[in-house]
C-alpha cells in the first residue's frame, strides 16, 4: 500500500498527539483543539451533550455548539438533527415551533335538512322551572336553529329532544356532525341512529372548529349576555327571541336568511306587520307570493350554494397562510398524541410539567386527508376516538418492547369488568395495569388452601400471632369477635376444641371454611 501522506491532513488542521488525534478549527474564536471522534463514540457524545440534565436537551444549533467546543467529526451538524429528531423525550416534552399542521378542508354543502350539527351549550344558572342547558341543533344547508332548553344533559334527555322537536317535525337526516361528548357517544344515542338510519359523524377530540354549529354558540352568548342583563336566571324566556334573531339574519356564507332558505320567503318582524305593502297590492289582480317563490327556489338554492362555496374558497386561501400541508398516515403507523392535562394542587401535580405528548399509538382508520382513528398498541381493536392531524406527531422509533404511555382521561372511572382493560393512568402519570379477571368459583370439594399469611405462621412457630388475634378470649381459645358471631335464629354454644367449631360449620361452603380456619385458629400461649 502507497504510504500515507501526512501533509495534507496537517494543512487542514490535524494534530497527532500522543496517539490521539486533534483538529484546530479555523473557524474558532480560540485555539482550543477539538478532539476527532471515531464512529464507534459517536453516540456516547451525543448522549453526554444532549440527553443529561446538565445540557438540557436543547436544539441542534446550541447542541452543536456545545459538542464543537470540544469535539470534531465530519458528520456533526447531521448526526446531532437525526439524534434531536429521535429523541423520545424532546418529542413528548418540547413545544413545536411548527405552523399546525392540516389544510382547511371544504365539505360541498348538500341538501336541507339533510346534514345536522347538535352540541350542548352550558351549564347556565338554574332556570326558575329547573333548566341549565340548551341543545343547540344547526341545518348545516340552511343555517336554520332550533333551541331547546333541558333540566339535564342526559343521552336520553337529547335524544327524546331531539326526535319529538326535530326529527319529527322536519324529517330524518342522513348524518348528524357532533362532539365527543357523552351525550352523543353513549349507547342511547348510537341505537337511536342505528334505528333511525342516519349516520354519526365524530369531529376530532379537542378539535371544536370541526362542527358548524360550535360558531353559532358564540353568538348565543353574547345575545343571551344582553337580553338577561343583570338576572342570570331568566336565560329561558330569551331563547324564543335569540332563535327568532338568529334565523331572521342573514348569513355571510349563504348570502340569505335561514328562514328565506327553509319557507321560501323571509319571516315578519313586529315592524313589518305595520308597514304591510300587501294592504297596497292585495285585490283580485294579485298573484299569491307563493308561485313566483317556488319559481325561484331552485335558483335561490344554486345561488346560496355557489355563495357559500365561493366564501369557503376566500376562507381557505386566507386560513392555509397560517397552517403546513400534514403528513400523510397509513393504518399501521405509529404515532404521539398531544394531551391536554389539567393541574391538581391537592395531589402536588401540575399541567406545567406534565408531558405535551403520549405514546406511542397506532393509526387504525384514515377518516379524512386531517382525521384519523387512532388506538393502543397492545388493543387495535379498540379506537380511542378520531384526532386531527395537528394533534398527531410521527412517532421516531420501532415499536417493539417499548412501554406505551397511555392518553390521560378525566373523568369517574369505569366499572371493572371480566374483560381485560387498557392500561390506563391516573393524574401523576403512573401506570396502572388492568384489573384480572374473577377468579374461578370455589366449590364444596375443592379443598380450601391455607392463606399465604397461615402458611408463614406455620413455617415460624417460635413468632407471636398479629395484635388483633390476641384478644381476650369469652370462649376457650377463641378471640371475641369469633365466639359473638351468632348466626340467625341459633343460639352460641360454647365451643371446647377446634374439631367441634368445625363440626358446627361443617354445613358452609369451601370459601367460607377457609376463612374460618384461618380466624379461629387458637392463640399460642
Known amino acids: 500500500p502507497s504510504p500515507i501522506d501526512y501533509s495534507r491532513f496537517t494543512d487542514r488542521g490535524y494534530v497527532m498527539f500522543s496517539g490521539v488525534l486533534y483538529r484546530y478549527s479555523t473557524d474558532a474564536d480560540t485555539d ?27 436544539g441542534v444549533e446550541k447542541t452543536v455548539q456545545r459538542i464543537a467546543t470540544n469535539f470534531y467529526w465530519p458528520t456533526l451538524h447531521r448526526d446531532v438533527a437525526n439524534h434531536i429528531k429521535t429523541c423520545l423525550t424532546c418529542q413528548r416534552y418540547k413545544p413545536s415551533n411548527l405552523k399546525p399542521a392540516g389544510l382547511i378542508q371544504t365539505p360541498v354543502l348538500g341538501q336541507r335538512f339533510e346534514t345536522f350539527a347538535i352540541d350542548l351549550f352550558g351549564p347556565l344558572p338554574e332556570a326558575p322551572t329547573g333548566e341549565k342547558w340548551v341543545l343547540a341543533i344547526e341545518d348545516v344547508c340552511t343555517r336554520w336553529m332550533e333551541l331547546f332548553a333541558l333540566p339535564n344533559a342526559t343521552a336520553e334527555a337529547c335524544a327524546r329532544c331531539l326526535i319529538d ?67 342570570h336566571t331568566s336565560w329561558k324566556e330569551a331563547l324564543p327571541a335569540v332563535r327568532f334573531a338568529m334565523n331572521t339574519s342573514r348569513n355571510a356564507s349563504t348570502g340569505y336568511t335561514p ?40 335558483q335561490v338554492l344554486s345561488r346560496a350554494r355557489a355563495n357559500h362555496e365561493h366564501k369557503q374558497d376566500n376562507t381557505k386561501k386566507y386560513a392555509d397562510h397560517s397552517r403546513r400541508d400534514a403528513p400523510r398516515y397509513a393504518p399501521g403507523d405509529y404515532v404521539l398524541v398531544q394531551v391536554h392535562v389539567l393541574s391538581k394542587s391537592n395531589k402536588s401535580f401540575t399541567s406545567k410539567f406534565a408531558p405535551r405528548r403520549d405514546g406511542p399509538y397506532v393509526i387504525t382508520r384514515v377518516i379524512s386527508p386531517t382525521s384519523y382513528q387512532i388506538a393502543h398498541v397492545n388493543q387495535p381493536d379498540s379506537p380511542l376516538g378520531n384526532y386531527h392531524v395537528s394533534a398527531l406527531t410521527p412517532y421516531p ?35 396502572e395495569e388492568p384489573s384480572p379477571t374473577q377468579p374461578r368459583e370455589l366449590s364444596l370439594a375443592d379443598e380450601p388452601q391455607p392463606r399465604r399469611s397461615q402458611r408463614l405462621q406455620e413455617a415460624r412457630p417460635s413468632q407471636r400471632l398479629p395484635r388483633r388475634f390476641q384478644t381476650t378470649t369469652n370462649l376457650v381459645g377463641f378471640p371475641r369477635n369469633v365466639a359473638q358471631r351468632k348466626p340467625k335464629g341459633e343460639d352460641v354454644t360454647p365451643l371446647h376444641s377446634l374439631n367441634a367449631a368445625q363440626a358446627k ?21
Open 505 to 525: 360449620y361443617s354445613s358452609r361452603d369451601a370459601s367460607s371454611m377457609m376463612t374460618f380456619n384461618i380466624l379461629v385458629r387458637p392463640v399460642e400461649p
Open 397 to 431: 422509533y420501532e415499536v417493539a418492547d417499548t412501554p406505551v404511555c397511555p392518553i390521560r382521561r378525566r373523568g369517574r372511572p369505569k366499572k371493572p369488568s371480566s374483560v381485560p382493560q387498557p392500561i390506563t393512568s391516573n393524574a401523576n402519570g403512573d401506570v
Open 165 to 231: 322537536e326535530v326529527i319529527l317535525r322536519y324529517g330524518t337526516p342522513r348524518r348528524m356532525i357532533s362532539d365527543n361528548g357523552p351525550q352523543f357517544i353513549s349507547e342511547v344515542m348510537q341505537k337511536v341512529a342505528h334505528c333511525l338510519g342516519f349516520t354519526q359523524q365524530l369531529i376530532p377530540v379537542y378539535h371544536p372548529s370541526a362542527n358548524p354549529e360550535e360558531r353559532r354558540n358564540r353568538d348565543l352568548k353574547t345575545q343571551l349576555a344582553i337580553i338577561c342583563q343583570d338576572d
Open 259 to 298: 328562514a328565506y332558505l327553509t319557507f321560501c320567503r323571509e319571516l315578519r318582524t313586529p315592524y313589518e306587520v305595520h308597514h304591510d305593502l300587501r294592504a297596497v297590492v292585495d285585490n283580485e289582480n294579485f298573484v299569491a307570493e307563493i308561485t313566483p317563490y317556488l319559481k325561484r327556489m331552485d
Open 32 to 58: 482550543h483543539p477539538q478532539l476527532v471522534v471515531p464512529k464507534s463514540k459517536v453516540p456516547e457524545v451525543l448522549r453526554e451533550n444532549h440527553d443529561l440534565p446538565t445540557s438540557g436537551h436543547y
